[in-house]
């Protein structure tokens, strides 16, 4: 599930499979040198390593860590957009397509694109309509507000 999340952005091969270690729903990205450590311990751990993304329902939850991989990546599909739509975008509102400034690798409908502001990853959506059509738009699947709206008491 992982690899496939990941391979809608790029088919680059960021994380070493053998790195990788899932704990329940949680994969953390994971020294070898700590994989030898884990096993020999009498518990399960809470957490260890880098925490990349969590599965939630049927579609995972990136971590910080693997936003920022798939942002480092050359082949990875990019939109960068204007400060005050990257705002709106960390609110929770799709990018419009007047408000972005750049795109990278070529994205098409239907692709999944991170969504840029300057070199920081605010998230990633979902491309509804061609990016050259002027109603255009990316539909928002995922921000960096998320964290705080989880935060957030009712």
Known sequence: ??????????????????????LGEEWYSVPKSLFKLGKDLPRHPV????????KKNNYIVPGVALLDLLAASKKTKKVFVADKAGWLFVCGKNVLHSSVQNVENAPQKGDWVLVMQSEDCLGFGEVETELSDAKGAIKNLFDIGDFLRRERKN
């Not at 957490?47 to 969590?54: D, K």
């Open 1 to 22: 599930m992982m690899w496939d999340f990941i391979e809608r952005f790029t088919n680059e091969n960021l994380v070493d499979e053998e790195s990788v270690f899932q």
């Open 47 to 54: 957490f260890v390593g880098t925490f990349l993304g969590r």
